[in-house]
């Protein structure tokens, strides 16, 4: 550990500041031995809905620690302690600094920027967390990186989104928790069970109480559809369609709207804003047809390249996220992009696969 790099994660900061496993040990013991003679600081420590169930817990990785404190502050209970590093050349390095052997395991690691870095450091955490004897290991991906690569639609291609399902599940997960998946049809690509979760709720609650006028929603594209069918349907508003042609990665040529949308107010719904390409183009295209207003919303904000640039420079009046992804400096300063929290909806799914009650009921 010479060469490591003395970058560590949230719950490293927090946990202990060493990382050597005897000297976590050795803190941990001497707290529950002042525990013991002082019983009154133990009342404060104790979080607002304390949980009683020592085999549950719940970990994160570097891609989004907000999130997973968030969520365990729902639930009332602590963050797992682990540490993370690199050294020197980039190699990734993780130990799981609390006894798991039997434990209900979550782990929270949206695979976003950086990507890769991500994505190997979850597969890490599974390894780590299975050898340390953890009873069931339930992946919690806020949001699904690679998604976008779900056939062979050009000679000589991957299908990058089986291959991570088959390395997520060949390192050892149990179970995954992923929210809007890019296509639905992916939770085929696991061999283990998939539950799939929404923001639909989240955002249709917050659509709701703005009270848009003659609202009707918009689906970018054809793939789109059903997700914005779901959303017009529990809006009680009208649908339409922008006609979209893809001629390059992360270029796209809107052609023309199907559907009325002249004096109204627009809401384009999508999963993921990447370059914003797709999104600043309905936007012009639903205001030549003569839409009043346009919002927009999407689960993921990705938000990549010169998306920031494009959002402030088009005529949308706003756009509306969840936290699934953190949001760059940028992204945050700039007004016309609201976020909204998903970390009670995750909460609730955890503990209801925790407590093998109905994820589904979450979205009756």
Do not use: W
Request: proline share 5%; glycine share 4%; aromatic share 4%.
């Amino acid at each position: 550990m010479d060469s490591a790099s003395k970058t560590t994660s949230l719950q490293a900061a927090t946990a202990a500041p060493d990382a050597r496993p005897e000297l976590a040990e050795a803190t941990g013991t001497a707290t529950a031995a002042s525990d013991k003679k002082a019983p009154e600081t133990k009342t404060e420590r104790k979080p607002v809905r304390a949980r009683q169930d020592e085999k549950f817990k719940i970990f994160s990785g570097t891609s989004n620690p907000v999130l997973a404190k968030d969520i365990c502050d729902f639930l009332g209970m602590p963050l797992g302690q682990c540490y993370h590093t690199q050294f020197s050349d980039g190699e990734i390095y993780v130990q799981i600094q609390e006894n798991v052997r039997g434990s209900d395991v979550f782990i929270v690691q949206p695979t976003c920027d950086p990507v890769a870095h991500n994505l190997v450091q979850l597969l890490l955490m599974i390894d780590a967390l299975k050898r340390a004897s953890a009873r069931r290991i339930t992946v919690v991906i806020s949001y699904f990186g690679y998604a976008r690569q779900d056939r062979k639609d050009k000679p000589r291609v991957p299908i990058s989104s089986k291959l991570v399902a088959d390395l997520l599940t060949t390192a050892g997960a149990d179970r995954a928790l992923i929210v809007d998946l890019h296509a639905p049809q992916i939770q085929g690509f696991f061999n283990i069970p998939v539950d799939h979760l929404f923001a639909s709720p989240v955002l249709v609650d917050h659509f709701r109480k703005l009270n848009l006028p003659e609202l009707t929603v918009i689906s970018p594209d054809a793939g789109g559809v059903e997700r914005a069918r779901f959303f017009a349907k529990k809006m009680n508003a009208a649908l339409a369609i922008v006609d979209k042609r893809r001629t390059d990665m992360n270029v796209a040529e809107v052609m023309h709207v199907i559907g009325d949308v002249n004096g109204r107010s627009c809401l384009i719904i999508d999963d993921i804003v990447d370059t914003a390409g797709t999104l600043v183009k309905t936007v012009s295209a639903l205001l030549e047809a003569g839409a009043r207003q346009v919002y927009a919303c999407a689960s993921h904000p990705v938000l990549s390249g010169p998306a920031i640039e494009r959002i402030s420079q088009s005529a949308l009046t706003e756009l509306v996220v969840t936290n699934t992804i953190p949001l760059s400096e940028a992204a945050q300063r700039e007004p016309k992009i609201r976020v909204l929290s998903i970390a009670g909806l995750i909460a609730r799914a955890i503990q209801s696969i925790h407590e093998e009650t109905s994820v589904s009921r979450l979205f009756t």
